[in-house]
């Protein structure tokens, strides 16, 4: 069984210069605001510099540039620049990449943080920064797994295939059941690229009581409304559930530490606003990303022993989304089957994705953290 996907944002327990620094608006809890929460400059880096002046021992410093890394992973000061086609961008990337090198300072070999600064390299669209630190870890540990597995991952799983094999036969080596499930994960990922995005809603010739359509959220906006991306799924996942009346629905996205409001919540509004049975809808509140969506949604599908799902999402975020999904169902032995039908948000999104798209790294890496490993430790799987 799956375990139990949790993500740390019990923030407003943290100490972190102490309990004056969390401002009200942080602290408050989201569903009872009606804006957006603003970037608390508290944990900026250059705060955190100031802070750590005062701090005169080593682990209290790093527990303040961990708090301020946790936060900066979920925030950005402008609260619109989350908001992409496609895709929820949270993270502070240039603070994150500073405070991670400043804790390098204090714990120059820490394997936790050189792996944190690796993962944020590449999401920021630094391939070769991030092998510089995956080769630091593996002249500190050479069989560290996941270093050599993030290595062979993003740099040699379409570039260099022969090389990649030859990378899989020592990470057997190291860890013979592991690698027969990165294996079939990177199968997954091949296939994603050249999948035929679905757009026609079709009605199912079974009984549909084991069925379940699935639609994810999107972030809302500073109002807590759901933006044209998230009603474009809305609207395709409820032609669905007219044509399938005996599925059941779940609603996915949790409430991100800027949004007013829970995602999920507020899609099933929107469902029950348009006629559909409440009793017929689940929500899943606690996933804040897409890996999130697959983990939390993959155990309530295994939970109510479910025959088949259908995932609903954008068409520029559905191959990504479908590997993650396969990929929890993989590890997590799921005995249904998945479909997908998307809203279209770009045309282009319809097209063959090139190995060569910064999505392709997008989900190698979220198809790693989905297999079960923190590419950024303690902050997210």
């Known amino acids: 069984m799956l375990k139990k996907h949790k993500y740390l944002l019990l923030l407003s327990t943290f100490l972190f210069m102490g309990q004056s620094a969390l401002s009200p608006k942080f ?20 705060s955190v510099l100031d802070h750590l002046k005062q701090d005169k021992s080593m682990q209290s410093k790093l527990d303040a540039i961990n708090q301020a890394i946790l936060y900066n992973y979920w925030h950005k000061p402008n609260f619109g620049t989350t908001q ?22 204090i714990s120059p070999n820490n394997v936790q943080y050189l792996l944190g ?27 560290n797994y996941q270093a050599l597995l993030q290595l062979a991952m993003n740099n040699e799983l379409f570039k ?10 020592k990470l057997n ?7 027969d499930e990165i294996k079939k994960v990177t199968q997954l990922i091949t ?16 009984d549909g009581k084991s069925d379940y359509i699935v639609m994810l959220g999107f972030v809302l906006d500073s109002n807590g409304k759901p933006q044209k991306t998230l009603v474009q799924r809305l609207e395709k996942g409820l032609a669905l559930a007219k044509q399938q009346p005996k599925a059941k629905i779940i609603v996915s996205g949790g409430e991100l530490p800027a949004e007013p409001k829970v995602e ?9 606003k348009h006629g559909v049975n409440s009793d017929r809808i689940i929500t899943e509140q606690g996933s804040l990303d897409t890996v999130g969506n697959a983990l939390n949604v993959t155990q309530i599908l295994n939970n109510h022993h479910a025959k088949h799902a259908t995932i609903v999402s954008s068409a520029s975020h559905m191959r990504r989304a479908y590997t993650l999904f396969e990929t929890a169902k993989l590890v997590s032995n799921g005995k249904y089957s998945l479909s997908q039908l998307v809203s279209v948000d770009d045309p282009k999104a319809l097209n063959t994705l090139k190995q060569s798209d910064p999505a392709v790294n997008k989900i190698i890496l979220d198809s790693l953290r989905t297999s079960g490993y923190w590419l950024i430790p303690n902050i997210q799987r």
Not at 191 to 206: A, F, I
Not at 264 to 272: D, G, R, T
């Open 27 to 46: 602290t408050s809890h989201a569903s009872s605001e009606t804006k957006a929460k603003q970037y608390n400059y508290n944990f900026s880096y250059k």
């Open 84 to 105: 992409k086609v496609g895709v929820t961008s949270s993270s502070n990337n240039d603070e994150l990449i500073s405070l991670f090198e400043k804790a390098l300072k």
């Open 117 to 143: 600064l690796a993962s944020i390299y590449q999401l920021n669209g630094n391939p070769k920064e991030a092998q510089l630190v995956l080769n630091r870890i593996r002249h500190i540990n050479p069989s």
């Open 160 to 169: 260099q295939p022969k090389k990649f094999n030859a990378s899989l036969q």
């Open 173 to 179: 080596r190291l860890n013979g059941a592991k690698t």
């Open 191 to 206: 296939k994603s690229l050249d999948m035929k995005l679905n757009q026609t809603v079709k009605s199912t010739n079974k």
């Open 264 to 272: 999920s919540k507020v899609m099933k509004n929107w469902l029950i």
